[in-house]
């Protein structure tokens, strides 16, 4: 006797998962970060490096340098960058969407040390000297930009002017930015391209507290000047190490083409479900489809960066969710062929194909747990993605699977139609 509640419930499920599907698409697909690989933009890996002497590179440390570089990229304009420290003394820096790449370098690994000295360098003034955030482009008579300050004590300004003006005639207020060793005024300025910024002479007593700083500037460099001098000093040195730029359009182009493949390729996959395993491959179908939306929610509540490993993680995790639904149903047609009844033969095969389910995913969930601990940001985008694949498999194409089969093998409509199944009659072996 048929049950009509059962077929009730299965129906009822569909219909309120298609309506759940319905309302989260538009949220899910607005709310997806995309990577570099996807966006554009630029990436770039920073060797943190003591600026000192003496000085060690801590977690307090690498806190405070991206506590600077974060705030150099608020100054780029810069929306959902990414920020992260890799095996404790490195950096990586990604910037979606950012095209000008020297300008990018230049605010984030420009240490921004800004040093006032004499002729002979010996310091005079320095960045602690100066108000935070008050650094301005401005533009002299001849309207050429410059940069003015304010410096926290006018007296002390009095006292290094006075101790310029009486070095005459070097009597001179040398500006740089990021003074090293082996640096010199005397060098430097033998050269048409000197490091230092300005070197203005020093003519008379100076009681102020407001300073330009003239040069050779473009409006852009200036600009550059105050950001960085606005930004703060960053607390260690970073050298370059590896850099990536994705054009804008060679990303889209990447994500049309993934996507196009991977449609095509989940599109062979249902159908041959369908073909081969009838309604359990149309079960399967179904809850492939929910499987997808699960993981991109999922992904989506983590507010993790999809990028191309991360589909390629995806399409993977597709590929082991129907592996598990084919061993499951390749179980069943077996119990079937041996003179099972339906029932006997959907409760024999899933128990014997769960472990095989088991073990195969678990041994995937130990690789990609390896992968996100060893790798870099690529790979461990990809090994999240597969982590959570893998996971969702198991609710999805084991107990979803189970549970909508479950209930039309137990309204008893399937007895006795083992082609349902994409089981022949003359297969059957009679007991």
Known sequence: MVKKGRIFSFFAILVAAAIILGFATKPIIHNVKLGLDLKGGFEVLYQVKPLKAGQKIDSETMSNAVAAISKRINVLGVSEPGISIENGNRIRVQLPGVTNEKRARELLSTTANLTFRDYKDKLMLDGGDLQPGKAKVAFDEMNRPLVTLQLKD??????????????????????????????????????????FISAPAVNNVLNTTDVQITG??????????????????????????????????????????????????????????????????????????????????????????????????????????????????????????????????????NKRALPTVVDANLTTIIAAAVLFFIGNSAVKGFAVMLLISNVITFITSIYGARLLLGLLIRSRILDGKPGLFGVKRRDIREI
């Open 154 to 195: 006018s007296k002390k300004f009095a006292d290094v002017t006075r101790k310029i003006l009486n070095e005459a005639p070097n009597n001179v207020l040398v500006i740089w930015m990021d003074y090293g060793k082996g640096d010199s005024y005397e060098k430097e300025a033998a050269k048409e391209n000197h490091k």
């Open 216 to 349: 050779d500037f473009t409006v852009q460099e200036a600009k550059n000047l105050k950001d960085l001098l606005n930004s703060g000093s960053l607390p260690v040195r970073m050298d370059e190490i590896y850099s990536t730029s994705v054009g804008a359009q060679f990303g889209q182009d990447s994500m049309q083409q993934t996507l196009f493949a991977g449609a095509l390729g989940v599109g062979v996959i249902l159908l041959f479900m369908l073909l081969f395993y009838r309604l359990g491959g149309l079960i399967a179908d179904i809850t492939l489809a929910f499987y997808v939306y699960v993981v991109m929610a999922v992904f989506v509540g983590l507010q993790a960066v999809l990028t191309l490993p991360g589909i390629a993680a995806l399409i993977l995790g597709i590929g082991m969710a129907v592996d598990a639904n084919i061993i499951t149903l390749e179980r069943i047609k077996d119990e079937i062929r041996s003179g099972k009844s339906i029932q006997s033969a959907y409760r024999a095969g």
